[in-house]
């Protein structure tokens, strides 16, 4: 399945500044890897060897930035609605066993588990999209099903 083509104005902004510093540490990379070559056996010159996989790291990157960023469709603006749960709306959750959860429904090239972003493709997000304050979802995941009460549904201006 594609993945969504939909971002933040903020994800963009990294995407944008991770293909610039991309291309910068290129010019390194490629620099460094001349110099190497120019050192002679090949075959045996870690600093060539390393260099040409960090390249090949490197290009391969660029290249799904330049191919995706073309693609994504910025959402600027929070929905009218500010009731129901749609893209970019951090929602607060309480688990099953009471616990406290809070995610933000981001693009897929926004994911980061550590601040709670998670992707409008995934199966949580799938299931909140639409729903209001004191709804109940429910996913089903490998080992059964997993129960949520949205407790707070909010944007950021």
Same mark, same amino acid.
């Given at each position: 399945m594609k993945s969504s083509p939909y971002i933040t104005a903020e994800g963009m902004f990294?995407?944008?500044?991770?293909?610039?510093?991309r291309w910068q540490r290129r010019r390194e990379v490629v620099q460094a890897l001349a110099a190497a070559a120019a050192e002679g056996d090949r075959s045996e010159n870690a600093?060539?060897?390393?260099?040409k996989k960090e390249l090949r790291e490197l290009d391969r990157r660029i290249r799904y930035l330049q191919k995706r960023l073309p693609?994504?469709? !910025? %959402?600027?603006?929070?929905?009218?609605d500010q009731s129901k749960i749609f893209f970019a709306a951090r929602v607060a959750l309480e688990t099953e066993e009471g616990n406290e959860v809070e995610y933000?429904? %981001?693009?897929?090239?926004?994911?980061d588990f550590e601040k709670g972003n998670?992707? !409008?493709d995934s199966p949580l997000?799938?299931?909140?999209?639409?729903?209001?304050?004191?709804?109940? !979802? %429910?996913?089903?995941?490998?080992?059964?099903?997993?129960?949520?009460? %949205?407790?707070?549904i909010r944007y950021d201006d």
């Open positions: 990294r995407l944008n500044q991770e293909l610039s510093e600093e060539y060897i390393y260099r693609d994504l469709k !910025v %959402v600027h603006d929070a929905p009218d933000r429904i %981001v693009g897929p090239d926004e994911i998670i992707s !409008v997000a799938r299931a909140l999209l639409g729903k209001t304050t004191d709804d109940e !979802v %429910v996913i089903q995941i490998a080992d059964g099903r997993k129960q949520y009460f %949205v407790l707070d």
